[in-house]
């Protein structure tokens, strides 16, 4: 007596609804990137599983390998990650056991299946000491922990499931999350005045981009066509630092650029280090799988125009 009875039902069973070997299983659905796949993968009619964290912990895996051998799906993305690049430096175990061994465990049920595995990876795999951009078999070299996790996870998965194609995205940016892109123009259209890095260069990237680019490959497999493997750079083209992204930022809203003042990367007093010149050269995912990437500035505007701020609104 006093006690309510409470019905639990397992979030996995929706799994067992979906036609086998015809889904997708996507991980990180929450996320940044994760948010804009699900919402692309749905819009292509595209039959999905997207658990949010609260009803899949990857921490707590076994359930989930157990369902992907029970009740096999076509593709699994993985876009979920620990992306706080300054805490993983003192929560170095979580991190490395969302980026690396989880990765490296579904890469072996994957492989086990015959699932298709799209693993997201990231430019802070580099040292960024060079001042060209890398393509892919360049040697990596991360400089933080949070880049020795993601390069450990890139291997663990390669190792288990060499069938496997490794997303390697920079700088994401998006309408789902709060980032980078939204800070800068709250406070331009403001007419606050704002600091950013000048002497640090990267390859600024649309999350919507790289959802319609994974949204494509899931749709081929799904379809049964052959797609090559291994890993790819996905990003937007072109150098960017900071500074570059505040000033097209400013343009597109039509305020002073003058507004954005250049700082280095020393002054933020950053607590994990940052690669340098971590561009990445994306011209082989548009030779080998038909997917070219945007330039970085349209990239932007694409991101500002989702989010509710049209070209020269402040103008
Ligand atoms: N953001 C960036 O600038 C870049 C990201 N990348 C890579 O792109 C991918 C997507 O990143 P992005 O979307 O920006 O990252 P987000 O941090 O926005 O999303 C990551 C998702 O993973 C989820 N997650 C973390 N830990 C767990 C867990 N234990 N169980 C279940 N879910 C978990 C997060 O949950 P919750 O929502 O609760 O936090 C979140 O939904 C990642 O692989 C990242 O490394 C690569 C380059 C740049
Ligand atoms: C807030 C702010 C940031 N910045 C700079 C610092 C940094 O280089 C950049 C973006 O800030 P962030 O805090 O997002 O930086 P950071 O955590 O370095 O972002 C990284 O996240 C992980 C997950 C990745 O994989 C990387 O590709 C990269 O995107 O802008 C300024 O110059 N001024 C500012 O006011």
């Known amino acids: 007596f006093g006690k309510a009875a409470v019905m639990t039902t397992d979030p996995l069973n929706a799994i067992y609804d979906l036609p086998v070997r015809k889904y997708v299983l ?171 890095v000048n002497d640090r260069f990267g390859s600024p990237t649309s999350a919507a981009m790289l959802a319609s680019h994974i949204t494509r490959l899931c749709n081929r497999i799904v379809e049964g066509d052959a797609i090559e493997a291994g890993i790819f750079h996905c990003a937007g083209i072109g150098a960017a630092s900071p500074y570059d992204m505040a000033t097209e930022i400013a343009d597109h809203l039509g305020v002073d650029r003058d507004l954005v003042s250049p700082v280095s990367a020393a002054q933020r007093g950053e607590i994990a280090a940052r690669p340098h010149f971590a561009v990445l050269d994306c011209s082989k995912i548009a030779r080998h799988l038909r997917l070219p990437c945007q330039p970085w500035q349209e990239g932007i505007r694409q991101t500002l125009t989702q989010s509710g701020i049209p070209e020269g609104k402040i103008a």
Not at 36 to 43: I, R, T, V
Not at 62 to 78: C, F, G, M
Not at 124 to 152: C, I, L, Q
């Open 26 to 196: 996507l991980l990180g659905a929450g996320g940044q990137l994760g948010q804009e796949c699900a919402a692309q993968l749905a819009k292509q009619g595209i039959s999905l599983f997207a658990p949010p964290r609260h009803d899949l912990d990857l921490v707590e895996l076994s359930p989930l390998l157990h369902a992907i051998k029970a009740h096999p799906p076509a593709v699994l993305v993985n876009a979920a990650a620990f992306t706080d690049v300054d805490g993983a430096e003192t929560l170095r175990l979580e991190a490395r056991q969302i980026n690396a061994d989880v990765p490296g465990l579904l890469a072996e049920v994957a492989a086990d299946m015959g699932v298709r595995l799209i693993h997201v990876s990231t430019d802070f795999v580099f040292s960024g000491e060079g001042s060209t951009p890398y393509f892919e078999s360049d040697k990596t070299g991360p400089v933080n922990w949070y880049g020795a996790t993601k390069r450990a996870g890139e291997r663990a998965v390669r190792m288990s499931a060499p069938e496997t194609v490794i997303l390697r995205t920079a700088w994401l940016h998006g309408r789902h999350r709060r980032c980078f892109v939204h800070a800068m123009a709250d406070k331009l259209a403001r007419g606050e005045q704002i600091s950013a």
